[in-house]
């Protein structure tokens, strides 16, 4: 019974590297968010995707980065040319059940990046 | 908009006391609100929810809130604190009434809370 899966945990880049994060949704799960929490703040926001479809992406920045689930195989939110700013742990978590607004939502252990 | 304000940072308590850690909220529509809990280097557990029904609602490890819709406010209580309660614990809120923004939750900024042996 795996829970959200999120790799890697720690990954370590250069300032104008790529960064790659994936993360597999619970079994059954079909709506993914993802969301990114910096020292000493909250969790934000970033995207909700369902198979093949972005639903609401109002959180992300507008360049550099993107996110996608593919019909088959993990969501992987792409950050590129990265900066500093950038470092913070990012979270994904799933719903079976996107628009039931009484679900909750399960987190996996977040994907933390360090950009030297 | 939504928002979700937690006023305290931190909340200090001894074992065996009662905790309590606030927060409120803001909605257009009808407030669905959820408490979860976040260990070092861990992500967040779903700790209990409101949507409707009894305002006091009981969740996991001994945790409850108190939904107060006149003060926009759903904080999180335990009636006896324990040293393994200590970790950084997050209010969010859903807008059950906003089509655009279903299944998103929006967070407050948490809060650490510490229980002293």
């Known amino acids: 019974n795996a829970g959200v899966m999120q790799n890697p945990r720690h990954l370590v880049r250069r300032r104008g590297q790529e960064a790659r994060l994936r993360c597999s949704p619970m079994k059954g799960h079909s709506h993914v968010y993802w969301y990114r929490q910096l020292p000493e703040e909250g969790l934000k926001f970033m995207v909700y995707l369902q198979k093949e479809n972005i639903i609401d992406e109002s959180g992300m920045p507008k360049e550099r980065f993107s996110a996608e689930f593919p019909k088959e195989g993990p969501s992987i939110l792409r950050i590129q040319q990265v900066v500093r700013g950038d470092s913070a742990a990012y979270f994904c978590?799933?719903?079976?059940?996107?628009?039931?607004?009484?679900?909750?939502?399960?987190f996996g252990e977040g994907s933390r990046l360090t950009v030297l | 908009a939504q928002s979700v304000a937690q006023p305290e940072d931190q909340v200090n308590v001894a074992e065996g006391n009662p905790l309590t850690v606030k927060c409120t909220y803001s909605?257009?529509?009808?407030?669905?609100l959820f408490w979860y809990v976040q260990y070092p280097n861990r992500g967040l557990q779903f700790l209990l929810k409101y949507i409707t029904g009894d305002n006091l609602v009981k969740g996991s490890y001994g945790f409850e809130a108190e939904f107060n819709k006149s003060q926009t406010s759903f904080h999180l209580k335990k009636p006896s604190a324990l040293v393994s309660d200590s970790a950084l614990y997050f209010c969010a809120v859903r807008d059950g009434d906003r089509g655009s923004t279903l299944g998103r939750l929006y967070f407050g900024r948490g809060t650490q809370l510490t229980v002293w042996p």
């Open positions: 909605v257009s529509g009808n407030p669905y």
């Open positions: 978590a799933s719903s079976s059940r996107g628009r039931d607004v009484s679900g909750e939502l399960f």
